[in-house]
């Protein structure tokens, strides 16, 4: 069964979400009310998702994302927000964040979220992935970055390109007609080759080294 933390400093939040989530058989371990006491539930109870709010006091979304994954903690943050503002979708996702969703999304794409991150895989509503396409070519590739990708093979690029694009393994297999078995080999095989900790870290390399943009086919 899959465990959750919900972090918000709303308790009416809390409970519909903690609803919501245990009505599809999802066990909510902990709920937290900021940031210092999601970490410290997160370490406590290793959950497979944190749901995690952007503001709260004292110690915000943000910082106990990047305390969880410096932690190196088995749990993976999906930020759940009201706010789709640029500085919070690039500082979660460079803090670590598995994933970002406003508060806006109905029920079962919320459960479905939980599902996807929970896999391994990385989850961006449209418009949090539309403005970091905006974000990143909009400014030239950071010297040096592109040898960085020197060392994967043509169909870890391709797959790469894919999952920048916001596409789920199971799509990536439809697209390159392989199996999901061989999608989630290359996945692991690209990311042990960048050290990175997952798809979500791969997206902003793929945009900052400038491998993908807007209207490549």
């Known amino acids: 069964m899959t465990t959750v933390l919900i972090a918000d400093d709303q308790d009416l939040v809390r409970s519909g979400l903690r609803l919501i989530l245990e009505v599809a058989g999802i066990d909510v371990v902990a709920e937290a009310s900021d940031g210092h006491e999601a970490f410290a539930a997160a370490e406590r109870l290793t959950p497979d998702v944190a749901l995690m709010d952007v503001r709260m006091p004292d110690m915000d979304g ?5 305390r ?4 190196q903690l088995p749990t ?4 759940l927000t009201t706010f789709d503002l640029d500085e919070h979708v690039f500082a979660a996702l460079k803090a670590g964040a598995s994933g ?26 449209p ?9 990143y070519v909009s400014r030239p590739a950071p010297p040096g970055s592109l ?15 894919l999952i920048a694009r916001g ?13 999901m078995a061989t ?4 996945v692991r095989h690209l990311l042990q080759k960048l050290d990175l900790r997952d798809r979500a870290q791969a997206v902003i390399i793929a945009y900052e080294s400038g491998l993908i943009t807007p209207n490549a086919p």
């Open 167 to 179: 596409r789920s393994n199971s799509q990536i297999a439809a697209d390159l007609f392989i199996s």
């Open 68 to 71: 969880i994954v410096d932690a």
């Open 76 to 79: 993976r943050v999906l930020i």
């Open 100 to 125: 970002f969703l406003l508060k806006d999304v109905g029920r079962q794409q919320l459960i479905e979220a939980v599902h996807t991150v929970a896999a391994g895989e990385s989850l961006f509503a």
């Open 62 to 66: 943000i910082a106990a994302t990047r």
């Open 147 to 161: 040898p960085a990708l020197a060392d994967l093979t043509a169909r870890e690029l391709e797959i790469l390109r």
């Open 183 to 186: 999608v989630k080999t290359h």
């Open 127 to 135: 418009t949090v992935l539309r403005r970091l396409v905006t974000h």
